[in-house]
Structure formats: structure tokens, C-alpha cells
């Protein structure tokens, strides 16, 4: 039997509310992933990735979607993400907090408390409602300059920074701080990415968040468990941490909402000695001729851990309380702090989020 004109626009109206009850979306890749805000873009599926945080280069042929650190400009070849730092100070940062913002910093016994693999960098205090009001508004500079020079999303690190903090703060506290900066980051358009703490991810897509950036979820197991609650899911694997083999066997059996890319520990430019990036799309993976380096396998990192250098995923998850000063090498402006914090922060995660799973479960 044929339906009347009015019957179609009828049925049209009535699919478009129960589209809008249930949540559902283009963006939806399976029962339960969670749905963008509305006008918010996400990164394709399954395009090439590239994790830019060491200095900005031309990517690989075939990559579209491209992270840099907030102090450089986006690539401009369909998706970019910017780095922010949303929980600490970045190292050029720190001394103007201590001078202008000490009771933004997280102090015990009057003394700034210092994320451990990284001593320039002080904890954001998080604790109080007003503290995170102040924060955000201290943060939320970066995120509108992202959105200026036409960047599409953030990815805000450091959320885990609650397990650093001698239990001063908790992981209430950083999600709150979390929610705020969702809703800055919409209100300007940007998608945000979750950063790392897997075990977290259904209650920040809850708080807003539209997609994940992480490390080493191959290696420890964790892809799915984003894949679950995002439609994508961009993961930076590290050749110190898997060889080139088991990268390849994680491209085959990853979901197709995650895609995953191989860097160096350091995330250096193509220029410089080292330099790995390798793509589970065999063609852009090619590209890496000028590459001087090939995935070094985990052995590699062991012998230098003899040697008395710290691999960084044994580095250790908890503070210790410095005084407010500042590595000479830091220089303003830099990138390469960025990576390098990031690099070191993935290889402690695996204590991390034993420290998160503790905090957030009820005594």
C-alpha cells in the first residue's frame, strides 16, 4: 500500500526524534560509542595519523590527521589536533605561576609539588572549585588559540596528574577540571580528545569528551577498552616499548576505530637521528626512506636501563615534593618538552592506573 505524501513527512518526523532520543549518529561506530556535540568534527576513521609533538614536519604521504604542540601551526591537510597542557605547567611556564599564581599550585609544607619525570613542571591544584575556575581561565588562552589558527580539536594532558598529588587531590577533582575545559573547547567549536587513562574513558565521553588520543594502548592491552566507548581512537605505539613485528600483528588485529602509528620514544623530525614512523597502511609506511633508525625492540631499552638511565615505563607514578626551580635546558616556546613529557608520562602509566583504580573505588 503506498503512503501519502503527508504519511512520508509523518514517518520523516518520527525517525528524526527517535534518532534524537536514542543518541544515535553518524559518528556512532558501535553500540555504546558515544556520539559528538553537535558541530563538532571528529577525526576520520581510519585516516593516516601522524603524533607531531618533537617539532613540526611535513607528514608522511597519506596522513591527514596531524597533533602538534599548541606553539606551533597546524599542517593543514584535513585534521589537526592541538596539544595542551591542562593539568601542569609547561616548563617555560612555571616560574611566571610561582611568581604570579602560587595558590593555583599544589604546595606541601610550602614547597611546590613536582611531577617526578619531570621536575620544571608543577601540578595545577585542582582541589577546590574555585581553583579550577582559575585554571581554566588561565588555560583557556591556549585552547581559544588553537582555535584561531584553525586547529579542529585538543587533546589536554595530564589528567592523571591526581595520582602525582600525595592524594591532595583526587580524580573527582581532575574530571571537574576536565568538564570545564569540555565546555570551553565546544564552545569554540573544538572537538577534545581524552588523553590516556583507559580505564577512565566511560566517564569522561560522560563529561563530554569527543574521541581519545593514546599511548601504547597495544602494548598494555588497552585499544579495546577505548574502542568501546569512542567511534575513534588515535594510538601512538613506541619502538622501545614494541618491535616492528608485533606493530604489524596490532594492525591486524585492532579495531577499525583505532588507528595506530609508530614513533620514536622522543618523537623526533625526519632530520634528526633516530627518527621512526611507521603506519599500518603499507604505502605510507614507505615513506619512511630517510628514516635512520628502524624499531629498536625492547632488549634495546633494557641495556640502557642498566646503565643507569630509568626506562620510562618503570619511571615512578608518585611526587616528590621540590622547590620551584628550573632546568637551564628549558628554553621558552619549546615543542620538544612536550614530547618528550608525553613520551615519558605513556611509559608510566601502568602504575598510573592502578593509582587512578584505587582512588576512584569506595572505601
Not at 588553537?146 to 592524594?167: K, Q, W
Not at 565521553?205 to 594502548?217: L, P
Not at 600483528?249 to 620514536?264: F, P
Request: hydrophobic residues 35%.
Amino acid at each position: 500500500m503506498g503512503v501519502s505524501a503527508g504519511g512520508r513527512r509523518g514517518l520523516c518526523v518520527a525517525l528524526a526524534v527517535l534518532v534524537a532520543i536514542s543518541g544515535c549518529s553518524a559518528h556512532d561506530g558501535a553500540p555504546g560509542t558515544r556520539s559528538p556535540a553537535a558541530g563538532i568534527r571528529l577525526p576520520p576513521v581510519g585516516a593516516g595519523f601522524d603524533y607531531q609533538l618533537g617539532g613540526a614536519y611535513d607528514p608522511p604521504a597519506r596522513v591527514s590527521v596531524v597533533e602538534r604542540d599548541s606553539s606551533d601551526r597546524p599542517a593543514r591537510l584535513g585534521y589537526d589536533i592541538c596539544y595542551v597542557n591542562g593539568f601542569q605547567t609547561q616548563p617555560s611556564e612555571s616560574q611566571e605561576f610561582v611568581r604570579d599564581h602560587p595558590d593555583l599550585l599544589l604546595r606541601i609544607r610550602g614547597e611546590f609539588i613536582a611531577d617526578p619525570n619531570w621536575p620544571d613542571e608543577y601540578l595545577l591544584d585542582s582541589s577546590t572549585e574555585a581553583k579550577r575556575a582559575k585554571i581554566a581561565r588561565l588555560i583557556e588562552p591556549t585552547i581559544r588559540e588553537c582555535s584561531a589558527r584553525g586547529y579542529a580539536a585538543v587533546e589536554i594532558d595530564n589528567l592523571d596528574s591526581f595520582t602525582r598529588s600525595h592524594g591532595a587531590m583526587t580524580l573527582d577533582d581532575n574530571v571537574a577540571l576536565a568538564s570545564v575545559y569540555v565546555r570551553i573547547a565546544h564552545r569554540l567549536g573544538l572537538a577534545i580528545a581524552q588523553k590516556n587513562t583507559a580505564e577512565q574513558s566511560q566517564r569522561l565521553a560522560a563529561a563530554g569528551y569527543d574521541f581519545a588520543v593514546a599511548e601504547s594502548c597495544v602494548a598494555y592491552d588497552e585499544c579495546e577498552e577505548y574502542a568501546r566507548t569512542y567511534p575513534v581512537v588515535l594510538d601512538v605505539e613506541y619502538s622501545d616499548e614494541i618491535d616492528v613485528s608485533g606493530f604489524d600483528a596490532a594492525c591486524r588485529r585492532t579495531s577499525e576505530r583505532v588507528t595506530v602509528v609508530l614513533r620514536d620514544h622522543d618523537l623526533m623530525t625526519p632530520s634528526t637521528p633516530g627518527y621512526v614512523y611507521r603506519a599500518c597502511d603499507a604505502a605510507a609506511s614507505a615513506v619512511r626512506s630517510h628514516t635512520t633508525e628502524t624499531a629498536r625492540r625492547p632488549a634495546a631499552r633494557a641495556s640502557s636501563s642498566a646503565s643507569g638511565a630509568r626506562s620510562p615505563r618503570t619511571a615512578r607514578s608518585v611526587s616528590r615534593v621540590m622547590p620551584p626551580t628550573r632546568k637551564a635546558a628549558v628554553t621558552a616556546g619549546s615543542s620538544t618538552s612536550s614530547v618528550r613529557r608525553s613520551a615519558s608520562r605513556s611509559s608510566m602509566r601502568a602504575l598510573s592506573a592502578t593509582l587512578s583504580r584505587v582512588a576512584a573505588a569506595p572505601l
